[in-house]
C-alpha cells in the first residue's frame, strides 16, 4: 500500500480483556517495527521482525504482550489481560532496512483501558 | 543502554524567531533521524543523517550532525506556526537496524 495501515485506530477495552491490533505495513519493506507513546512520552520501543530472521523482542514489557508478522507483511500485536498502565498509542513502522533509512509511521492505535 | 537526551522538552516563541533544538548521547550511532509528530498521526520523518559533521537543509530547517555522530541539532530560521508539533530524534545502533527515540520537544510558534 501507499503508507503504513494500522486498525482500529482506537480501542476501548475493559482491564483483563485480550486485545488484538494489526500493522499493515508497505509493500516491498522488510523490517517492521512496533513502539508504544504514552501521553507526553517519547516512543518506547516493542519488538522489531527483519525479514526472516527471529524477531528483536526485547523491548517488549511483560510476557503479556506477543506478535507475530506472518508471510512478512502483516503484523499482529497481542495484549492479553489488559491493565490500565497498557493504555497508550501503538504505533507500527516500517522500512526498506538497513542503514540510514528512515521509518515510516502509521498513525497508530489509541487503546484505552478501562 | 543507549540514550538520546533532547532539549528544550518545552519551546514556546514568536512568529519569526529563530530556535535551536538539541540531541545528545554518549552514544556513537551508525545514522540519526528527525521526525516531526503532529497530534493524532504518527512521526513523519524530516531526515537522516549518517556522516559525521554533515549538515542538510530542509528550507528553513537544517539539521547537522556531530563529528563524532553522538549528537544533532535542529535550527529553525523564521518560525511559522505551521512548525508546531513535536520534534523526535533517532538514533540508529550500530550492530543493527533498531531506532532509539529521545522523548521529544514540544515545539508551539505563537502567531
Known amino acids: 500500500g501507499a503508507g503504513v495501515s494500522q486498525s482500529p485506530s482506537n480501542k476501548v477495552t475493559e482491564k483483563g480483556k485480550d486485545v488484538e491490533l494489526r500493522c499493515d505495513p508497505i509493500?516491498?519493506?522488510?523490517?517492521l517495527y512496533w513502539y508504544r507513546q504514552s501521553l507526553g512520552q517519547g516512543l518506547e520501543f516493542l519488538i522489531y521482525?527483519?525479514?526472516?530472521?527471529?524477531?528483536?523482542k526485547s523491548g517488549l514489557p511483560s510476557d503479556r504482550f506477543s506478535a507475530e508478522r506472518t508471510g512478512g507483511s502483516v503484523s499482529t500485536l497481542t495484549i492479553q489481560r489488559t491493565q490500565q498502565e497498557d493504555s497508550a498509542v501503538y504505533l507500527c513502522?516500517?522500512?526498506?532496512?538497513?542503514?540510514?533509512?528512515?521509518?515510516?509511521f502509521g498513525s497508530g492505535t489509541r487503546l484505552t483501558v478501562v | 543502554t543507549q540514550l538520546l537526551e533532547q532539549s528544550p522538552q518545552f519551546l514556546s516563541i514568536q512568529e519569526g524567531e529563530n530556535l535551536t533544538v538539541y540531541c545528545n548521547s554518549s552514544?556513537?550511532?551508525?545514522?540519526l533521524q528527525w521526525y516531526r509528530q503532529e497530534p493524532g498521526e504518527g512521526p513523519v520523518l524530516l531526515v537522516t543523517?549518517?556522516?559525521?559533521?554533515e549538515v542538510k537543509k530542509l528550507k528553513r530547517l537544517t539539521f547537522q550532525f556531530g563529528d563524532a555522530r553522538k549528537d544533532s541539532s535542529l535550527h529553525i530560521t523564521a518560525a511559522q506556526p505551521g512548525d508546531t508539533g513535536l520534534y523526535l530524534c533517532?538514533?540508529?545502533?550500530?550492530?543493527?537496524?533498531?531506532?532509539?527515540f529521545g522523548k521529544g520537544t514540544r515545539l508551539h510558534i505563537l502567531p
Open positions: 533517532a538514533g540508529e545502533g550500530r550492530r543493527d537496524d533498531k531506532i532509539i
Open positions: 521482525f527483519q525479514g526472516n530472521s527471529a524477531p528483536d
Open positions: 509493500s516491498g519493506h522488510t523490517a
Open positions: 552514544s556513537v550511532f551508525s545514522s
Open positions: 543523517v549518517v556522516t559525521g559533521g
Open positions: 513502522a516500517s522500512s526498506q532496512g538497513g542503514t540510514g533509512y528512515g521509518y515510516t
